[in-house]
């Protein structure tokens, strides 16, 4: 999130891409009425299906999925031809604009009419409500994501808002609504396979940045490794290392994967749900860390070597978390762990211990920094405190230096003290905004609770772009133009990120020979602090203030394009829009693109599938469905389904029917009629288990332990197709056959 939830209600439009928020962020969501009560806000959906937040739209477009790319070049197209832009914004603070402006040429309303199924005349009227109401902010979720495009998706919505210049706005921005409790927190610390905490990359330099932080030889972490390179490649995804085990195409490892460690995922979550069962069934070792019978234990047929530890939940351990707009928040324990069940960092421990390298693993806790160097200060450790310490000391990359764990606590102790629209605390708290939103510079910093904003001082959360692409591009300059200035900054326009060699030129400042020695190369590894010091009084940010990219060279598509989905309903626009040529080595496989799209799936699987949620279920269901009350409220897997669709069939209200996709599998589920869905598409929850292709499972689960819902997983006919850069399942838009059961 570039801005976060309170400052919707600064906005005068609101527009939502794929993303349900009356359901999956209902508390979030209030603020989004707020603003339509308070401040007259319009709020437009666009979405596939015609949801419980759709229903408070003042515009809604029933789009066909995975077609969004268009639908914004439409915009941009009726924006750009009505000068409804922001030139002088684009001049100063957007590279590559120009390639934009070409491409959207090419979407006239009637085109994207054809393209998206959304009525010119709709694509008319959406443009301009959305370009004449300022400020406005874009939301989206897993609507936008999960596509073989999702990637290109993510960065078409803030070309729109760049366009429009509402980057960087109060009331503006992309609101990017985060998934689970956290898991801002676990993407910034690094559950990721392709990067190290706070996006380090993998390179020999953040390497050893870590290792002089963790007090380790950098050659002690690289024997961890069974050869160097593997330090630095890309690790196998969750969404496809069943591949690894079964090698059933290319795989770049020396070895087949052969255990397998789950701590916090479903499993019946991911694609390919066949795929996964074949996979767990092939491992030599499953073990589970979990609060409940994870049902990675029930659909495998692995008769042993299968182990479930009982974890601690979230409200039996203590410590920071991060919140869907970039803020910290203290957690406090609730009860002691129950039972015999450990908390995921003891269990951690343990592991460690077993296998010999616990002291490695614990002693960056008890580093501190001295003259710019990381050092050993005390030989024993406090949990969570120091661990929270750990990581403000060394993340400088998105600004976590001023996460301290007495500044979280006492954010956690004066809640009331905030204002909820601003975020700026009174009283004790008076200077700093509530959660201390990254990038938090210093250990007195104020947090920056909308990103990218000029109009406010660096001291008080305001930033250009991040310059960290070189300062020009084929002889253009990348810097932010002079009109782009921060406010308060001595630095008039854009500034490369700040290094040791040219800190004293871009500040004019005389540093002494001491603070040469102890400063780091760079404000991304300086332990001295002293580039952030230097940099604020100057009232610039470290990271430099550049453009921000619309043309990125350095992906597959420099600007974003559209490309069908894998299994596309419009076979005729495949031809016109393909989708790429297969991957190779991608996170250690190869991945179908081209070669998949080449049959034209839609003449046996004619209907469109799209997968979502439920609002009493959270994730793989597990949770919810042992709770005997929510479980009552929908205890059944079912498929939404137009009734025009389903007397094609022959199918009513109630019945069951198989749903078959194009890889041989199908599912059986009950039919719920709704008119939310168009007679072309249906819909189904991801949330259950416990059915695989028709058979019974409930058999599998330990003793007492079926939860009061089951059923068969979407999962099981979501269809083959990832996107091309982060591996996301196209879990989206997918093609599915249908029969009365
Ligand atoms: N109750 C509940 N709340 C949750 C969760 C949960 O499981 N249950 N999960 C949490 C998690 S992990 C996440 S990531 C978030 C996800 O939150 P959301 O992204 O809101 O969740 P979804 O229901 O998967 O999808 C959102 C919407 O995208 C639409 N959509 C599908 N394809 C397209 C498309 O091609 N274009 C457009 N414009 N729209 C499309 C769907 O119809 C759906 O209404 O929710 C979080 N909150
Ligand atoms: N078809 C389809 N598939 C999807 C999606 C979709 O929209 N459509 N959405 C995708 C998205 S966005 C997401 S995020 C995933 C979500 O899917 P999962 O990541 O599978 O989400 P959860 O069900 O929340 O799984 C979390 C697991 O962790 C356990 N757990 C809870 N608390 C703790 C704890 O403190 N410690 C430990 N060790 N374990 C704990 C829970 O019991 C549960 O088994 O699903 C993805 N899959
Ligand atoms: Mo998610």
Not at 651 to 676: L, N, Q
Request: glycine residues 8%.
């Amino acid at each position: 999130m570039t801005n976060h939830l309170g400052d919707i209600q600064n906005s005068k439009a609101i527009i939502i891409f794929g993303a349900n928020p009356a359901v999956n962020h209902p508390v979030g969501f209030k603020h989004i009425l707020k603003a339509k009560e308070r401040n007259n806000a319009l709020l437009i959906v666009i979405d596939p299906r015609y949801t419980k937040t759709a229903a408070k739209a003042d515009i809604y477009a029933k789009i066909r999925p995975g077609t969004d790319i268009p639908f914004m070049y439409g915009m941009l197209h009726l924006i750009f031809k009505h000068g409804w832009h922001d030139p002088d914004y684009i001049k100063n603070r957007v590279f590559g604009m120009d390639h934009v402006i070409e491409e959207a040429k090419k979407w006239t309303p009637e085109k994207v009419e054809d393209v998206t199924g959304v009525p010119a005349s709709l694509v008319y009227k959406i443009a301009r409500a959305y370009a004449t109401s300022k400020p406005g902010t874009l939301l989206w979720a897993m609507g936008l994501t999960q596509h073989s495009i999702g990637s290109s998706n993510t960065r078409m919505a803030p070309i729109l808002q760049l366009a429009l210049g509402n980057m960087g706005k109060f009331g503006g921005g992309c609101n990017i609504l985060r998934g689970h409790d956290n898991v801002q927190g676990a993407t910034d610390m690094c559950c990721l396979s392709h990067t190290l905490p706070g996006y380090y990359g993998l390179s020999e330099g953040s390497w050893k940045y870590f290792a002089h932080n963790w007090g380790v030889d950098f050659d002690w972490l690289q024997k961890r490794f069974a050869a160097k390179k593997w330090m630095h490649t890309k690790g196998f995804t969750l969404a496809k290392w069943w591949q690894g085990v079964l090698q059933e195409e290319k795989t770049y490892s020396d070895a087949p994967i052969r255990a397998l460690w789950v701590q916090g995922n479903g499993i019946t979550s991911i694609s390919q749900q066949a795929k996964v069962q074949q996979a767990l069934d092939k491992l030599d070792l499953l073990v589970i860390a979990e609060p409940f019978a994870n049902e990675a234990a029930v659909i495998t047929n692995k008769k042993d070597g299968v182990y479930i530890l009982p974890t601690a939940s979230q409200f039996e351990c203590e410590g920071s978390v991060t919140a869907t707009n970039r803020t910290a928040q203290w957690r406090s324990k609730v009860v002691d762990p129950l039972y015999e069940s450990k908390t995921d960092e003891e269990i951690m421990f343990i592991f460690a211990k077993k296998f010999g390298f616990y002291d490695e693993f614990v002693r960056g806790m008890m580093m501190g920094v001295k003259n710019g160097k990381a050092v050993k200060v005390k030989d024993t450790f406090k949990w969570p405190e120091d661990a929270t310490s750990e990581i403000a000391r060394i993340i400088k990359t998105i600004g976590l230096t001023g996460w301290t764990p007495e500044r979280l606590k006492k954010h956690q102790q004066n809640w009331h003290m905030f204002d909820e629209v601003t975020l700026k605390g009174i009283g004790p708290m008076k200077g700093e905004y509530y959660g201390l939103p990254w990038p938090c510079w210093t250990e007195t910093h104020s947090g920056s609770p909308v990103l990218y904003n000029i109009d406010i001082p660096v001291n008080e959360g305001g930033m250009g772009f991040r310059a960290r692409f070189g300062t020009e591009y084929k002889g253009e300059s990348l810097l932010a133009g002079p009109r782009a200035t921060i406010k308060g900054a001595k630095v008039r326009g854009g500034y490369p990120e700040l290094t040791k060699d040219n800190i004293e030129k871009v500040l004019g400042i005389k540093l002494s020979p001491k603070e040469k020695e102890i400063m780091g190369k760079n404000w991304k590894v300086d332990l001295s602090g002293l580039i952030a010091k230097y940099a604020l009084e100057a009232g610039v940010a470290p990271y430099g203030n550049a453009k921000a990219r619309a043309y990125v060279w350095t992906f597959p598509d420099k600007i974003p394009l559209h490309r069908e989905p894998l299994h596309t309903p419009r076979f005729d626009l495949a031809k016109k829009y393909p989708t790429y040529p297969d991957k190779k080595n991608q996170y250690r496989v190869d991945t179908k693109f081209a070669s998949i799209q080449k049959t034209d799936w839609s003449k046996e699987f004619p209907i469109i599938l799209t997968t979502g949620r439920l609002v009493m279920y959270s994730g793989a269901g597990i949770i919810e469905r042992n709770s005997k009350y929510l479980a009552a409220l929908q205890p059944e897997m079912f498929a939404d389904i137009n009734p025009e669709l389903a007397y094609k069939h022959g199918i009513s209200d109630g019945d069951m029917i198989w749903v078959h996709a194009p890889e041989g599998t199908k599912i059986k589920v009950k039919a719920r009629f709704t008119y939310s869905v168009a007679p072309d598409r249906i819909f189904l929850p991801f949330h259950y288990a416990g059915f695989m292709q028709g058979e019974d499972l409930r058999g599998n689960y330990p003793e007492g332990l079926v939860p009061y819902a089951t059923g068969e997983a979407a999962n099981t006919v979501t269809n083959y197709g990832y996107d091309i850069v982060t591996q996301i399942p196209e879990t989206k838009a997918g093609l599915v056959r249908i029969e009365k059961a």
